[in-house]
């Protein structure tokens, strides 16, 4: 297997139980991290600590955790730290989504969103950064989106929700640079995972950006070399974030491009 790089790092990836949560434990299990998993689904946890025992000595363990319970967080905080003493990364990558017109969209719903994508994020990250202050060091790795980045329709609210988590992020790195922890946000176009069984209810976006849909298992191990290398931005596809950066560069176009070659929704 050769050396592993996260021998003796302890991590916290949050919605873990399934997708690009469940695979970026695997790919980090695989390189000798502790991992503590949380999500809400305990079962599918179970079965993601399973898969990832063999390859850390068994050092996984597993929190039942809505990110969006404030309550439940800091219990879940608090237990971590009484058992490990320490977090060294911390993955926020719980969230979801719903592709739907603004005028069609239910605010109760949207409300959710905001908790689970922001909020929850904030406030996790809040209670891990002040430890990670104490100890001198650390990494936050968010992950946003693509669409946090150039937004299409029917994704007005997920995409406000991941420009909030950019703004953030982009906004934290600065405030614990001078702490010695590094600030990593992780923007992905469109993963083939079971986001899109509620994201995409009409089933058939996946199937119209196939030439643009990435791995799980690719953005993963994308995610564990950025634990190595501490880069500010892991960016997927190649060719979404070169759209991004022409919309900035030129909006009127980005517009045209974000109405029309990325709009598949």
Known sequence: MGKQFLKDRIILITGASSGLGAEIAYQAALQGATLIITARNRERLEKVAKRCVPYNSGNVASYQLDVANQEQVQQVIAQVYDAYGRIDILVNNAGFGLFKRLIEFELAVAEEMFQVNVLGLIHLTQLVAEKMITQGSGQIINVSSQGGKMATPKSSIYSATKFAVLGFSNALRLELKPHNIQVTTVNPGPIRTNFFARADQSGNYLKSVQHFVLEPEY?????????????????????????????????????YFAGTVFNRK
């Open 219 to 255: 953005v993963a191990k994308k995610v564990v070399q950025a634990m190595r290398n501490k880069k500010r931005e892991v960016n997927l596809p190649f060719v979404m974030e070169l759209g991004s950066k022409l919309y900035n560069l030129f909006p009127y176009l980005g517009d």
